[in-house]
């Protein structure tokens, strides 16, 4: 290079980085919260900042692997602050490097353009310092914050990560590259040229990743809305199907009882008496037994009734379906469709058969229609945001009954509760009563 050009401040690089990482955290859902995150977030600081300053000098073959160290402090910070998986702090951690260093290097040239590098006005580099940090990162954070889903979470898998590392990786070899050798074309030979590289490249790649993050929260929400609109789909012709059944097994039904009838009439022996005893309660089995009002409800709670009956669960209702008349009936299918669903799946795992119980429930209160799914429970509930923690090995397709539930609920202004009571889980939902 034709002009002495010192690099970025150790201790500005640390502050940066340290900041970068507390924009995220604060708008990710919190592991470590008050005084436990202040203690947290003053060491790593502090750790940040003396091995930065140590680690200045070393020759140029170790600079690749102190940066490394220090993304790794980062990760560290972000992952023990927040309550997200290694993955998400992995794609946290190479978003908040870029940040951090697209930031760093703004400040720095805007220092050397007020200042054309003299260190002794300290008070200015101080301000400059102050308001080039502070709007970056609160422009940043308004950025972000409106990105983020509800309770901070983005299921990231192993592919997004390594593809946001390696964007991550190539902006940072890139825009670093005249600081390390002029001989690239690539590279720049002076001042003004080297600085703006730098932070058009750091911007270029900040804005690549933001606009990376914007697509995979765009496709999680088209994932998450067809997934429901399957759930929805797939109820509803469960509900049809066994519309259908349930008419011709009553058709049976009333028919071999007329028949019986008829053979009872004739001289018979006291045991083919018995026998058709027998065959008449067998057949009660089958009969549409639940008459709450309205005839969608009645036919999902005969046919999950059948499947309960087979598994050796007990299902009871008291509901007064006539409330439900103003509710859609695909809404309907959906909401008790999936309640019933999540609960039977999990009395099958119950040992004791005589403890496989759920109870539904519809009633009036205070102008609103409450209906409750209650089953038995064993351990203790634990909530992953607004939903259950999941036991299933694809935690990516978790959730999607509760949530195509709380969809058909919020259109009728409706809120869904979950909740514990003993060894009772509640699934609550209040609708206010159409005017």
Known sequence: ?????????????????????????????????????????????????????????????????????????????????????????????????????????????????????????????????????????????????????????????????????????????????SFVTARTPFSGKYAQDIFNIRTLVDLGGFTMLYAYHIQLKELRVRHELKAVENILQNQYSQYQQSKESIEIINFKYHDLKNQIIALRAEEDSKKRNEFLTEMENEIKTYEAQHKTGNHVLDTLLTSKNMYCLKKGITLTCVADGTLLNGIDVIDICTIFGNALDNAIEYEQKIQEEEKRLIHVSVFSQKGFIMIRFENYFEGELKLDGDLPAT???????????????????????????????????????LIPKPV
């Open 1 to 177: 290079m034709s002009e002495a050009l010192p690099d970025i401040p150790r201790l500005y690089t640390a502050l940066a980085e340290w900041m970068a990482c507390l924009i995220y955290i604060s708008v990710l859902k919190k592991l470590l919260t008050g005084w436990r995150l202040s203690a947290f977030s003053a060491v790593i600081l502090i750790g940040q900042a003396v091995f930065l300053v140590l680690t200045k000098d070393l020759p140029i073959v170790f600079w690749i692997p102190s940066m490394v160290v220090a993304i790794g402090m980062m990760f560290l910070f972000i992952y023990r602050s927040c309550d997200i998986t290694a993955l998400e702090a992995g794609y946290f951690s190479a978003r908040a490097f870029v940040a951090a260093e697209l930031v760093a290097s703004l400040e720095w040239q805007v220092h050397f353009f007020f200042l054309n590098g003299i260190n002794s006005h300290w008070l200015w580099a101080v301000l400059i310092l102050i308001v080039v940090y502070g709007v970056s990162f609160l422009l940043i954070w308004l950025l972000e914050k409106r990105q983020i889903p509800d309770g901070g979470k983005l299921n990231i898998r192993p592919r997004e990560l390594w593809s946001t590392v390696v964007i991550g990786a190539a902006v940072f070899g890139i825009s670093n590259l």
């Open 391 to 429: 036991t299933k090995e694809n935690p990516h397709y978790h959730g999607y009954g509760l949530k195509s539930i709380r969809y058909a609920v919020q259109k009728y202004g409706g809120v869904v509760n979950l909740d514990q009571k003993d060894n009772w889980f509640e699934l609550k939902i």
